[in-house]
């Protein structure tokens, strides 16, 4: 049986992977939440800022600017990529949208690979991210402490733009009845280009962050593409409380079943999304008839 | 069946063309530089892909999970295989398919209780759990990273030698085999009411519940075809490497079958293997160019891009649509169909026991509230059999809501609602479709891409077959008299000459009649109308009213309408509503000289509406 700090110790790391995953769905979420179009190339995009953070930081040496580079490359790879085609796309069906944002995930994924090459990359922790921190008898890499209060921080920036100023009120009211709120005057066709910019911005921002932590391959956008899904499966589509709900969520399962068997803790994730598809079908933060 | 059934070669053309091209390949394209092992592995796509088409193309369910099923059917062949378990060959392929297809029947549980964009997500998720499953619990078995290796060629004994089947020409013989007769299994199901039905839930899933179908059944029917699809295709693939690998299972094998179906064109059965020729042979060729042999997915990636953007349905779409386009266009003519016979339009028997002498429909003291907003308030209503009523009241009155509750669409808040005795309280359009009871919508609820005959068909085969049956190998108008009861319905709606005109060509006052002709032809004893004249001009309201009229005979109806005149005209009885209340009940000449109907209904129009 596993100790008491033990336990207490993956509680927290499980809240910092969910803060992570949180802020990795973001972006997914926002552009579900206001467009209504899933952007299969989420992982790409998030591959797209990280790269760029990498390069960013290689030759400045500061990671805060890689976070500003990472995070505007995103944004405006994601603004070409809604002006170019997702603008023709959303009188169409999900399941030509669906293939749209996968095929362009493709060409963005292939692109960073033919750059970078197909090896994997490890990003440096910034200095003021190196050590160890000690919470009481918890001891932990001070750079996932930081990573945590960042995306703590984001999250609620997202929370107060969405919710507490007049864009998200458009936003919002995009999302009920895009119609309408043209009628009303205000060009919702610049809104939605926004909202997809910071969409891309929010992933290729994620992407930075979490680079230091991970190893960058252009693969990993398929992996993040996964726990994404599964992060806003059981928080709920489109909700951006459900992504953090579901978040959170999914870093404890992670975390927690990673201290029994590590082999099963991925397992155990869709475990936990088979028995919210099965009990709460829309997601448990997520309205009941919306699809 | 009719004399003008067309003749059996006429029927089978595509087997038939499909099989003559099985057998000229290995004589044709190797001088296009296919050799025999690029040929087997298009087949195995092309076999994996034909189920996927069933469930994208046919159904419209994007799955981004079929490896999982891929890898189950191909490691659990490989490995009764290669661990002496089972050695027969066929046996073995048997097992994994099955095996694959109860994994689809579990996955298919889980993720077909969402639709659209939730369904392709969770789809895709659960593909990602086999592949750590593959990795983690069952390693011991599939070897984890390393897959299988030294899989068995396969062996067919004949009792008195066995063949044994080397790689090469042999192995793309024995594979041709299994993707031949996948492909006419498929086609048979396409063409089986079971396949009729999978069309109209691609369509209009909606609209095919309200017909009495239970889409969920056959969604999850067709998941698990597609699973023991992408099982054997798998169990086929160890074979023909003699090797599993572990990336049967990752995502880019579901992303490179989808993209293989979308670029060739969902929805032909043949637009996988297209598009399988077409991304291998691109592969193959790309990969003997030094400059670009690496940017041959970046390549594959823009190619797919143009391709959704611009060609909806894929390669094998674009050579039907140029057919289509010399030949007489908007036609969807269903050769086997029988046009001249026809019968009298079947109603449902009311049964014996329920209810005789009592109202058809009762609903008692239902009301409906949305929170705090109160839109049916206590209302008290009885439909006689035989009876034509109307229901009237001013916009924001609750006829759509208390309709919806009539219907079984909604369930009330208060109150309960029977159908000839039986109470249908909030049960669903397809249990009361099933019981005779129909409802034509105000906003047009068809099948836009089938023709009138194929959209009349999905509402007689509910009537027919029930809510579900597995009839997949069934030819469709094998059915002894489905083609005069679909004649029946189309003529009785005057749309004869329309028959095989696609619903999407149809001008809007074709359509409305075709709206009442489905809930005509499901056999419903007892018929709601919700605003049937909406949006018709004067002549078409005449042509209209008459037919409703005329098929009063052995049917009650209720209408829900704006125009006062038509409804003076048609009803016997009329129910007003305002304000989600009931005002008044009685016939045409009570209600109109009503004071209170006059003043809260008439006068509360000018009040509401200043024009």
Same mark, same amino acid.
């Given at each position: ?291 | ?91 073995? &392929? ?5 095996? +694959? =297809?109860? $994994? *689809? /029947?579990?996955? !298919?549980? @889980? ?108 969604? &999850? ?5 597609? +699973? =023991?699809? $992408? *099982? /054997?295709?798998? !169990?086929? @693939? ?115 026991? +329920?209810?005789?002498? *009592? ?253």
């Amino acid at each position: 049986m596993p100790s008491m700090s033990l336990f207490f110790s993956q509680l927290f790391n499980g809240l910092a992977m969910g803060l992570l995953l949180a802020l990795i769905s973001t972006g997914l979420t926002i552009i579900y939440g206001t467009l209504g179009v899933v952007n299969f190339a989420h992982g790409a995009l998030l591959v797209v800022g990280a790269y760029a953070g990498y390069s960013a930081y290689a030759m400045t040496e500061s990671f805060l600017v890689a976070i500003a580079v990472g995070s505007a490359v995103a944004l405006v790879v994601g603004l070409v990529v809604e002006r170019g085609l997702m603008r023709m796309y959303y009188g169409r069906p999900p399941e030509d949208q669906i293939l749209v944002t996968f095929g362009i995930g493709i060409i963005l994924v292939e692109i960073v690979r033919s750059i970078y090459g197909g090896i994997s990359l490890s990003v440096p922790t910034p200095e003021w991210g190196q050590g160890i921190a000690r919470i009481g008898s918890l001891i932990y890499p001070l750079y996932r402490l930081q990573a945590l209060g960042i995306a703590a921080a984001t999250l609620a920036v997202l929370y107060y733009v969405l919710y507490r100023t007049s864009l998200g009120l458009i936003v919002r009211a995009g999302i009920e009845d895009s119609e309408m709120v043209n009628a009303l005057g205000i060009n919702v066709k610049r809104t939605f280009l926004l909202v997809f910019g910071i969409g891309a911005m929010a992933a290729g921002y994620a992407g930075v962050i979490d680079s230091p932590i991970v190893t960058l391959s252009p693969d990993m956008g398929h992996r993040v593409l996964v726990d994404s899904f599964v992060v806003v499966v059981i928080g709920g589509v489109g909700s951006f409380p459900g992504a953090i709900v579901g978040g959170i969520i999914a870093g404890e399962i992670l975390s927690l079943t990673s201290m029994f068997n590590p082999a099963y803790s991925h397992v155990m994730l869709f475990v936990v999304m088979a028995l919210v598809l099965i009990f709460r079908p829309q997601g448990l933060m997520g309205q009941e008839g919306r699809e | 069946m009719s004399t003008h059934t067309p003749s059996f070669a006429r029927r089978q053309l595509p087997e038939l063309v499909v099989g003559l091209c099985l057998l000229a390949a290995p004589f044709v394209l190797p001088s296009l530089g296919m050799s025999a092992d690029l040929l087997t592995r298009i087949l195995i796509w092309g076999l994996f892909g034909l189920g996927f088409d069933l469930l994208f193309g046919y159904t419209g369910l994007l799955s981004f999970g079929q490896a999982a099923f891929y890898g189950t059917g191909g490691f659990v062949s490989a490995y009764l295989l290669t661990s002496g378990i089972v050695p027969h060959m066929l046996l073995a &392929l048997l097992i994994g398919t099955v095996v +694959a =297809a109860l $994994a *689809g /029947l579990i996955i !298919g549980y @889980l993720t077909l209780r969402r639709t659209g964009i939730y369904f392709a997500m969770s789809t895709l998720a659960f593909g990602e759990m086999f592949y750590f499953l593959e990795n983690s619990a069952f390693k011991e078995y599939t070897g984890g990273e390393n897959g299988i290796a030294g899989v068995p060629p396969p062996e067919i004994a004949l009792g008195f030698t066995t063949i044994h089947i080397s790689s090469g020409w042999p192995m793309y013989w024995f594979v041709a085999i299994f993707f031949f007769l996948g492909y006419v299994v498929a086609r048979r199901i396409v063409r089986s009411p079971f396949g009729a039905v999978l069309k109209a839930i691609r369509g209009n899933p909606r609209r095919a519940l309200a017909l009495g179908h239970s889409i969920n059944g056959y969604k &999850l029917s067709v998941f698990v075809i597609a +699973a =023991a699809y $992408a *099982g /054997l295709a798998g !169990g086929l @693939l160890g074979m023909f490497q003699s090797y599993m690998p572990p990336d049967a299972f990752a995502l880019d094998t579901s992303a490179q079958l989808v993209i293989q179906t979308v670029m060739g064109g969902a929805g032909t059965l043949l637009g996988p293997i297209i598009g399988a020729t077409i991304w291998l042979y691109l592969y193959e060729g790309l990969q003997q160019l030094a400059n670009i042999g690496s940017y041959w997915k970046l390549i594959l990636g823009i190619v797919f891009v143009v391709l959704v953007t611009l060609f909806r349905h894929g390669v094998a779409g674009a050579v039907l649509e140029w057919f289509g386009k010399r030949g007489k266009s908007a036609k969807v003519i269903d050769e086997e169909a029988d046009d001249r016979a026809i019968a009298e339009l079947a109603i449902v028997h009311p049964g014996d026991d +329920a209810g005789k002498g *009592g109202p058809v429909l009762e609903a008692r003291g239902i009301s409906k509230q949305y929170g705090g907003l109160k839109a049916v308030t206590d209302v008290t209503f009885s439909l006689d059999e035989g009876e034509i009523r109307g229901v009237i009241g001013p916009n924001g009155a609750g006829k759509s809501t208390f309709f919806a509750m009539l219907a079984g669409e909604l369930e009330t808040t208060n109150g309960t609602v029977f159908f000839r005795g039986q109470e249908i309280t909030g049960i669903g359009v397809t249990a009361v479709c099933q019981l005779g009871m129909s409802k034509s919508y105000q906003i047009n609820q068809l099948f836009e891409a089938l023709s009138v005959r194929q959209n009349v068909m999905i509402a007689v085969l509910a009537r027919r077959r029930g809510k579900f049956r597995a009839d997949l190998l069934r030819g469709l108008h094998h059915s002894h008299g489905l083609d005069e009861q679909v004649n029946a319905a189309i003529a009785l709606v005057d749309l004869s000459r329309q028959a095989d005109t696609r619903v999407s060509e149809l001008s809007y006052g074709e359509k409305r009649r075709l709206e009442i002709g489905l809930a005509l032809a499901t056999g419903a004893n007892v018929l709601l109308f919700d605003e049937p004249l909406a949006g018709l001009g004067p002549e078409e309201r005449v042509h209209v009213v008459a037919l409703l009229k005329s098929i009063r005979n052995g049917r009650s109806m209720v209408i829900v309408e704006h125009d006062m005149d038509a409804m003076f005209e048609l009803a016997e009885r009329i129910t007003v509503l305002y304000e989600g209340r009931k005002l008044a009940e009685g016939t045409p000449d009570e209600i109109r000289s009503n004071p209170a109907v006059q003043t809260a209904y008439l006068g509360g129009m000018e009040e509401h509406e200043p024009a």
